[in-house]
């Protein structure tokens, strides 16, 4: 919908459509979510995501058959179960909706602070609602001439990074008059990105009656393969851990990367986090603590993957006091550093 500013061009004629004022649009993008947890919501957004080549590689003839046939007659019940366990049953959305909101309003309050009507900010989703098409169309009609495209991972990889651009672009392929766009690089080694995970897990072990003995650094896995043929998120991964033990001051005896979300017959990045985690137990650690740096919100994958499935695995193996540091969902010093990488990607366009 055209706002109130909106207006005929200069010496137009009087049938001439109203034209809105320019101005730029600042859209984030997260992975996505179903609208429900019941079986044919489940059903759409899995068939949705898990149909997407960036994330399942497989030719097409192989792999459609068996996901449409096999593994969504089955997995909507127990992914549907999964996200039960978590949903925000008050809003009946899912925690990544809840928090991507959260997240959106924040960072619009501070852009519409420092940079007035100039922007417009929103959010969509590469799966399920809002699509990125819909709010494409929207800003466009909004009068955003020119749209910065900012996909919430830290880190990049094609399964997530990419295909949220993949949708961006294919979005700007539908519209008359294409804005100008530009999108956000991966904020991975970001200082403020740095700095506001520092002080999550300072202010996560300020709260416990103890110091852990390890700090488990879980990210979201891949393929190994994905790895091999040149995808740059397992180095990214890496550095990121780094730099957070850097800045907390630590030694490499307190702090591990892992990866979850093992999906499928291959092998993916290791160490695997539910495997790792048992093997700490055993080893006579305890007492570890648990961070997802790769997820911008909390989501399935940390309420219910890390803060249940991988929380057994440890307890299972006879570890005794397992603590999960949320994601920095819309954390003060989160919003500050996404804002300040949008200020830095918005240079002479405001």
């Not at 459509?17 to 059903?43: C, E, F, Q």
């Not at 008050?90 to 420092?114: D, F, G, H, Y």
């Not at 190994?224 to 033990?245: E, F, I, V």
């Not at 993957?305 to 603590?323: D, K, L, M, P, V």
Request: proline fraction near 7%; charge should be negative; glycine fraction near 6%.
């Amino acid at each position: 919908m055209l706002d109130d500013t909106a207006s005929r061009p200069v010496h137009a004629p009087a049938d001439h459509p109203k034209v809105a004022a320019p101005k730029v649009g600042i859209l984030l993008a997260n992975l996505g979510t179903p609208d429900h947890y019941s079986y044919w919501p489940m059903r759409r957004y899995l068939s949705e995501f898990l149909s997407d080549q960036r994330v399942i590689d497989y030719p097409k003839w192989k792999w459609q058959p068996l996901l449409q046939t096999i593994i969504l007659t089955k997995r909507p019940f127990s992914s549907g179960r999964n996200y039960k366990s978590i949903w925000n049953e008050e809003l009946n959305e899912s925690p990544l909706m809840t928090i991507t909101k959260q997240q959106s309003a924040a960072i619009a309050a501070r852009m519409q602070a420092q940079y007035g009507d100039q922007v417009m900010v929103d959010y969509c989703m590469r799966y399920g609602n809002p699509s990125t098409q819909s709010k494409v169309d929207a800003m466009v009609k909004a009068g955003c001439r020119k749209i910065l495209f900012f996909p919430l991972y830290p880190q990049y990889a094609g399964a997530t990074s990419a295909t949220a651009n993949d949708q961006f672009f294919r979005a700007l392929m539908d519209q008359s008059w294409q804005p100008t766009a530009r999108v956000v690089d991966p904020y991975f080694e970001h200082p403020q990105y740095i700095e506001a995970l520092a002080q999550s897990v300072e202010r996560g072990y300020a709260a416990l009656p103890e110091k852990p003995d390890m700090l488990v650094v879980s990210y979201h896995g891949m393929p190994k393969r994905y790895l091999m043929q040149g995808d740059p998120y397992h180095c990214q991964c890496q550095k990121t851990t780094r730099l957070l033990r850097e800045r907390l001051g630590w030694d490499e005896t307190q702090i591990t990367t892992t990866f979850q979300s093992v999906f499928g017959p291959e092998e993916w990045l290791k160490p695997y986090t539910v495997d790792h985690v048992a093997e700490l137990a055993k080893q006579g650690k305890k007492n570890i603590a648990v961070i997802a740096p790769a997820f911008s919100a909390d989501c399935i994958e940390t309420l219910e993957e890390i803060n249940e499935e991988i929380r057994e695995s440890f307890e299972h193996a006879g570890g005794q006091r397992f603590s999960y540091i949320p994601c920095l969902n819309d954390d003060g010093a989160h919003i500050d550093a996404l804002c300040t990488v949008i200020s830095e990607n918005l240079g002479g366009w405001v």
